[in-house]
């Protein structure tokens, strides 16, 4: 991995995954800030990687993605104490719970957890990402997409008919054909921005273990086999590789290069036909800012106010 010296990233999730994330990426002199929702979690995972990297530049900031509210608070924050934002990861999910969850603002759970909330976050960070160096947006999609995912826009939240897997490849195949539009946009305004789509392919994490539960068949299935599903730290690795590599370009999706992308090392990724499809990509942009009420063309122009001696509880974490 190359020196991230002198980067300032945001990872969001506290565990698997995104402790795996930041943990590489302190190690590497980043700037670190864990965003999660909770603050007991944040704080263990911010002092797990200063005992591992003595020298670690780590913080935690509590943002509850299923609140846009909250989103919307810890862009604020970020803005009037941050110069700029050089790697914005988008990784934290919930999967699969077994009955029907809504966020604060009366979206399907999955959907406004997974895509939304990181959709309007990565709208208020827009003014620090453009004044980034070599600014990149790493946002997680999953191997579910290959399973007939679509954009149900006829039931968006899951209000007619709840089906877990359906409703979880909806939410990661909305994040996927972000991260595509991203770029897509960024090029056709002038933003500068690099946007990148990752998966871990089957990986050690406890996704499974929160959301349906320790005791349910997929719970269970993670703890009985769990040799199948390779470790954290390995399914980190494709996110690692698209926020840190030279060689990761924008607009590519990345993921394990062995046994049907489900382990391995970071390669490109085949792109399922449904994220590929422009229009719904764009239609799913529109009805994206109206629902989190974010305006990307406006956060484009948003000036970056500095508070002197903020404080933030990244320094008090």
């Not at 009366?106 to 453009?130: C, K, W």
């Not at 939410?171 to 056709?188: H, I, T, V, Y």
């Not at 040799?227 to 494709?238: I, T, W």
Request: aromatic content about 8%; some cysteine.
């Amino acid at each position: 991995m190359p020196s991230q010296s002198g980067r300032t990233i945001v990872v969001t999730g506290t565990g698997g995954l995104g402790f795996q994330d930041a943990l590489a990426l302190a190690r590497a002199g980043g700037d670190v800030i864990i965003a999660g929702r909770n603050p007991r979690k944040g704080n263990e995972a911010v002092a797990r990687i200063r005992q591992s990297v003595r020298q670690a530049s780590v913080n935690f900031e509590p943002v509850d993605l299923a609140d846009l509210a909250s989103v919307a608070a810890f862009g604020q924050r970020l803005r009037e104490s941050r110069e700029r934002i050089d790697t914005l990861i988008n990784n934290a999910a919930v999967m699969t719970p077994p009955q029907r969850q809504t966020t604060a603002d009366g979206f399907e759970l999955q959907f406004g957890t997974n895509y939304l909330g990181h959709f309007a976050l990565s709208a208020h960070l827009l003014p620090l990402l453009r004044r980034g160096r070599d600014p990149r947006v790493v946002t997680l999609s999953s191997i579910a997409v290959r399973r007939d995912a679509a954009i149900n826009f006829d039931d968006l939240h899951a209000e007619k008919a709840y089906q877990p897997m359906p409703v979880y490849a909806q939410s990661k195949l909305a994040c996927l054909m972000f991260a595509l539009e991203l770029q897509r946009r960024s090029d056709e305004a002038g933003w500068g921005l690099t946007s990148i789509a990752a998966h871990p392919g089957i990986s050690r994490t406890d996704l499974l273990h929160n959301a349906p539960g320790r005791y349910s068949a997929q719970g269970l299935l993670r703890s009985v086999l769990w040799f199948l599903f390779q470790p954290a730290a390995q399914g980190a690795l494709p996110t690692l590789f698209a926020a840190t590599s030279p060689d990761a370009r924008g607009g590519r999706y990345y993921g394990p290069d062995r046994l049907s992308e489900t382990r391995g090392y970071p390669s490109e990724a085949a792109i399922p036909a449904p994220a590929l499809e422009v229009h719904v990509a764009r239609r799913l942009w529109d009805v994206s800012e109206n629902l989190a009420d974010v305006d990307f063309g406006v956060a484009a122009t948003t000036p970056v106010r500095i508070i002197p001696n903020w404080p933030s509880s990244v320094r008090e974490a």
